[in-house]
């Protein structure tokens, strides 16, 4: 049976070092809407040019536009086995859509793998993390924290928080998260498809909990 999973939960739940992992032990392709944007540009197809003119001129790639590049990669023979989507859908109105291009391209439909945070772990899990300008080299005071304080093991350069990084920041990022995509897990627990595993463990087992999950 085809593993076709979207990945969900709050910024900074981990979503994107599970989808690589998982997407690795599944053999699936973890695709992002950020991937499939650059893939579809990469190639020249007619979506991805069109794509490229808008984000060439500073604008936002509308959700038409989006759809059929979304539609244009679950369709590629590399998906048949299933796919790991991360950060697609965010909203009902996308979710619609996923089903529709589904139901279009004879795919399955997908299960989706909530990661649960609390916001205040968020919150200090996303604020103890410090940035390299110079190689991008990434630490997080708690968990992985430079051998010297505020120094990059690398090459030497201070360390520096972004401002994304910053609490007031990750508040806002949380209350659109909440507002947008949080009700997503309603939708998919309604069809039975939703599965919730806690993401405020170490990475190997948030792993582990989610391959307990889809079986």
Same mark, same amino acid.
């Given at each position: ?90 909203? /009902? +109105? ?5 089903? *529709?291009? =589904?139901?279009?391209?004879?795919? %399955?439909?997908?299960? !989706?793998?909530? &990661? ?67 009700? /997503? +897990? ?5 069809? *039975?498809? =939703?599965?919730?595993?806690?993401? %405020?463990?170490?990475? !190997?087992?948030? &792993? ?8």
């Amino acid at each position: 049976m085809p593993s076709n999973i979207v990945l969900l939960g709050p910024p900074g739940a981990g979503k994107g070092t599970v989808a690589k992992e998982l997407s690795a032990r599944l053999a699936v392709p973890h695709i992002s809407t950020g991937d499939m944007l650059r893939e579809a540009v990469r190639e020249g197809t007619p979506l991805g040019l069109k794509a490229k003119a808008v984000m060439d001129s500073g604008g936002l790639v509308s959700d038409e536009l989006l759809t059929g590049i979304v539609k244009e990669r679950l369709a590629k023979a590399d998906c048949a086995p299933g796919f790991l989507l991360d950060g697609y859908p965010r909203n /009902l +109105s996308q979710a619609d859509i996923l089903d *529709g291009i =589904l139901r279009d391209i004879g795919r %399955d439909g997908v299960r !989706a793998v909530e &990661l649960d945070v609390a916001d205040d772990v968020i919150v200090s899990r996303l604020g103890s993390r410090r940035s390299c300008p110079s190689c991008g080299a990434v630490y997080n005071l708690v968990s992985t924290p430079p051998k010297s304080p505020g120094v990059c093991d690398k090459c030497g350069a201070g360390l520096v928080q972004r401002d994304d990084d910053k609490e007031s920041v990750i508040r806002e990022r949380l209350r659109v998260y909440h507002e947008k995509t949080a009700p /997503l +897990s309603d939708r998919f627990r309604q069809r *039975g498809s =939703l599965l919730t595993v806690p993401g %405020d463990r170490s990475p !190997a087992e948030v &792993l582990s909990a989610v391959e307990r999950a889809i079986g």
